[in-house]
């Protein structure tokens, strides 16, 4: 207690009674205790207003209790994170620094500090003399732990790790026992290093569980034992429950960044780049510099294509944190893909300065590498890891995943067995032992180039019919490339679709039903119960084939809007109504992709639409490329992207034109095809109140008085017939108009009415709407051939449009015109894919008007979408016979039917 100096020298003054003495110390005792006391409550709220991120208020309070020297320690080591929160490591520092006679608290802080920029000399010195005051002090020996295992001395590191859980172990349940949320998060994180190394699966489920939880439980608003809890169940895929860890994170800190980047790093992990950007930024906003937000928009910036941005970010990143091997990594692997060797060696040399066993670096140098399927590169880095530091489990995981991806399954197997004892809460590791399990069960086939793995039980007939068809895609695609891929192909048909997602990416939640990993395709069988509908398994085949040429064509160097524009392609199906249709709508609004970002597309669509449009766009670029150089265009272009040129360079060396003029005949190409393509070019609906001011500005608007009566038929019948009627008065034939009365008309029974109303509209102004709706009153009065000649016209305004066709359908149904009605659906079954039932009536329908050539088309075609159709069937075996292809015909027979 410090005394006033005048107040010394009236309590020592002779004057004084011992009494009076007595009683004036314990007053200003009391008057100090309550001053600590004040002060300590404020250590708390001030604490509790920096983890709730109101950052500004916590540094009022800081600095407040910085006046009493009991608590300017704290106050100091909470300044000090006040703007680390902010970004701002360097004021972190001074702020520690400027301290005179630090305690070991605020010794262990500085370590960290100097920890995280890259000050390792200086951290350890900090941590030793924290040491000295204090040999047990966890921050200090924390730091000093770190700098032996990210300095790669694995076995004192180690010792140190266990050092910790034996502390904790010994001290539990004892009145000693850690108590603090800062010790046990240290703790937390030494015992899972340990457990990493050690493959400890019960001391994983321990810090999860146990200490974690413990940790919350003493201070609920101690978020980063959350937030740690999160990163750890999201690297082991995980994501429902790390989701909903970080989730609980920003419940207490809304803007807490290590939450932020996690939630980014999820959204990543199922490609929702627009998602993952945005959590990015705003773990940026709230720390600027962030490390890991600014890794995290790196890799966004990589599925752009745009690695020059890509770089920048991890440099910034880089200047933040200089010896993480994890920035350094994956710098390695940008310089190895675009050819910078002397940068790539000064990057491992400056991993290697700090690490004598640099793991983390080759780790993620090759799982970049590997998601830009440089396979052989990413298997190289990816053995370096765990050569390097053969305990830690994710290399290994990584590395069976990528073995997965060529087709290595056996390889994959025994990697995942050890990854899977290192780290039993890998959920991706545990699916993808589950999928090799599941597919001990089924059989194989082999063909000259294919393998296929398949459930005999139930898709025996598919497979064997599969097998000869994959085998003539293949010589078509060899034919067309003029190039072979050199190996098997694996081909896994699986009988269900969790399996299907398993296996491709090891977790459930594919959405699509075939995929191609690059050396293996992937398909879900169409027999599957798990399926809805059925679907073209051939459309799918062919799709994922032709990646497998291309990617191995290019060294797996093509770019994604060239692949998948060759894949769509060669689907063999025309664009759809819908594509023609938005095709148009953008080419009018001026709102195409261009080839600088149609694979943004692809990557980050900002609406359903636009990952449609992307391969619709990229399907047309190659149409365009093939129609205006000739169809080796596509294949040269492949061996250019072979040789490591880029878009760029490739079109001018194929087309000899440079890219702005290659875009130029691009958009003129298709502003021609869709020349014919009809879109509405009504104006955008009018509020009722807006039409009724519209109406009463003038009396004579046609338009308003047709489109308010159609808003109103189905509230005020009265009204909207007479609006309907003063809209056909002053302008006849108004379409909007003669719709709302003919189906009044109908709705009063007056069907003649209805129809003469719909005839002199179009008499006037053929509208398609009301064609379509006057061929259908045609066909329901029996009227077949006014329904042919009305549908044809309104065919031909709309010609893309798939209704007429349908509606002429049963038009020539109903006359038994079968010559039409083969017509009508061969031009439908090529507008959908899928239609298996159409299928099924056009072969019928052939079949009968013995037209045995189209009859074997359109059989083929319904086996590519259901293999047990018995007609067609029949009659492929019936071609086989005459053909002499009895291996075939006998493989055949026996799938389709094994009693035969």
């Known amino acids: 207690m410090i005394i006033p100096r005048a107040l010394y020298r009236f309590i020592t003054s ?12 314990l007053i200003l005792f009391l008057m100090q205790m309550n001053e600590s006391i004040c002060f300590a409550a404020d250590l708390v709220q001030a604490r509790k207003l920096l983890l709730t991120g109101k950052l500004e208020e916590a540094k009022d309070e800081y600095q407040e209790i910085l006046k009493d020297p009991k608590t300017a320690h704290a106050a100091t080591i909470g300044l000090s994170k006040i703007s680390e929160a902010q970004g701002d490591l360097n004021a972190a520092l001074k702020i520690i620094s400027d301290l005179k006679n630090p305690s070991a608290d605020v010794l262990g802080r500085k370590a960290e500090i100097q920890f995280l920029m890259g000050l390792w000399n ?7 003399n924290a040491l000295l005051q204090n040999t047990d002090h966890l921050q200090a020996r924390w730091i000093k732990a770190r700098i032996l295992w990210e300095g790669g001395e694995i076995p004192k590191a180690l010792s140190e790790f266990q050092w910790f859980v034996k502390s904790y172990s010994d001290k539990l349940e004892t009145p000693n026992a850690y108590k603090k949320p800062e010790d046990l998060l240290i703790i937390a994180q030494a015992s899972l290093e340990n457990a990493r190394w050690y493959a400890l699966g019960d001391e994983l489920e321990t810090i999860l569980n146990d200490l974690l939880k413990d940790t919350l439980k003493i201070d609920p608003d101690f978020w980063p034992a959350e937030a740690l809890a999160g990163k750890i169940l999201l690297e082991k895929h995980n994501r429902p429950e790390a989701l909903a860890a970080f989730s609980k994170v920003l419940a207490i800190n809304p803007e807490a960044p290590e939450a932020l980047v996690g939630k980014g790093e999820a959204a990543i992990q199922k490609m929702e ?7 990015a930024q705003r773990a940026l906003k709230s720390q600027p510099n962030h490390p890991d937000a600014l890794i995290l928009l790196s890799e966004i910036s990589l599925a752009e294509s745009n690695s020059a941005k890509s770089r920048e970010q991890l440099a910034l990143a880089r200047k933040a944190r200089p010896r993480d091997e994890k920035i350094l990594g994956r710098l390695g692997a940008l310089a190895w893909l675009d050819g910078k060797t002397a940068e790539l060696l000064n990057l491992e040399k400056d991993a290697l300065s700090f690490d004598k066993k640099p793991a983390l670096f080759y780790l993620e140098m090759g799982e970049l590498l590997s998601s830009r399927r440089r396979f052989s590169e990413a298997e190289i880095r990816l053995k370096q890891a765990i050569e390097l530091r053969p305990n830690l489990p994710e290399p290994l995981i990584s590395l069976a995943m990528l073995s997965l991806q060529m087709g290595r399954e056996a390889e994959a197997r025994t990697l995942l067995e050890k990854g899977l004892k290192a780290d039993p809460f890998h959920v991706q590791t545990a699916n993808s032992l589950k999928v090799l399990k599941h597919l001990d069960k089924y059989e194989t086939l082999k063909t000259e180039h294919f393998i296929f793995k398949f459930d005999a039980s139930q898709d ?4 064997t019919y599969m097998a000869f068809f994959m085998e003539e895609i293949f010589v ?10 050199k190996d098997p192909i694996l081909v896994e048909v699986f009988s269900n679709h969790e399996m299907f997602s398993g296996r491709t990416i090891g977790v459930p939640d594919l959405h699509t039903i075939g995929a191609c990993t690059g050396k293996v395709i992937t398909m879900v069988s169409p027999q599957s119960k798990t399926m809805n509908k059925p679907f073209n398994w051939a459309r799918v085949m062919r799709h994922e084939l032709t990646h497998i040429f291309n990617l191995e064509q290019s060294q797996f160097m093509v770019p994604h809007w060239l692949t998948e524009g060759l894949a769509v392609s060669l689907e063999g199906y025309p664009r759809s109504d819908s594509w023609n249709k938005e095709l148009k709508q953008r080419i009018q609004s001026n709102n195409l992709f261009n080839l600088s970002n149609i694979n943004l597309g692809f990557q980050r669509p900002r609406s359903p639409i636009d990952w449609q449009m992307a391969y619709c766009q990229s399907l047309l670029y190659v149409e365009y490329l093939q129609k205006t150089y000739g169809e080796e265009a596509s294949r040269n272009m492949l061996e250019s992207f072979a040789k490591g040129n880029g878009t760029d360079f490739a079109i001018e060396l194929v087309t000899k034109s440079k890219t702005a003029n290659f875009e130029k005949g691009y958009l003129a190409y298709i502003k021609e095809i869709t020349a ?7 104006p955008k609906l009018r509020s009722v109140e807006e039409l009724r001011k519209a109406i009463e500005a003038d009396a004579t608007d046609a338009e308003a008085q047709g489109e308010l009566a159609l808003l109103l038929i189905n509230r005020d019948r009265a009204e909207a017939r007479k609006l309907g009627e003063a809209a056909l008065l002053n302008k006849p034939g108004q379409p909007r108009a003669s719709l709302v009365l003919a189906k009044l008309a109908k709705l009063a029974g007056d069907t003649k009415k209805e129809q003469t109303l719909l005839e002199d509209s179009v008499k006037i102004n053929p509208d398609p709407d009301i064609l379509f709706l006057l061929g259908r009153i045609f066909y329901d009065a029996g009227e077949f051939p006014k329904a042919t000649e009305t549908l044809q016209s309104g065919m031909a305004l709309d010609p893309d449009n798939p209704r007429w ?5 049963r038009v020539f149904a109903q006359t038994d015109d079968k010559p039409m009605q083969i017509d009508v659906l061969q031009k439908l079954s090529r507008l959908d894919p899928d239609d298996l039932e159409k299928r099924k009536r056009l072969l019928k329908l052939l079949l009968q008007n013995n037209q045995k050539t189209e009859a074997l088309i359109a059989a083929r075609e319904v086996l590519e979408i259901d293999v047990s159709f018995k007609d067609a069937q029949d009659l492929l075996l019936e071609h086989l016979l005459a053909l002499g292809k009895n291996d075939e015909l006998q493989k055949l027979k026996q799938a389709f039917n094994p009693s035969r």
Do not use: H
């Open 460 to 463: 025996k007939p598919l497979v």
């Open 805 to 809: 066709l349908e509606q002429l359908a």
């Open 122 to 128: 200086d951290a350890e010195a900090s941590a030793a």
């Open 476 to 485: 078509q695609l060899n034919a067309r490339f003029r190039f072979s891929p």
């Open 273 to 279: 780049y627009q998602e993952a950007e945005s959590f």
């Open 676 to 682: 014919k393509t009809l879109i509405s070019d009504k």
């Open 14 to 25: 002779k004057t004084i009674s011992l009494m009076v003495f007595l009683s004036l110390f």
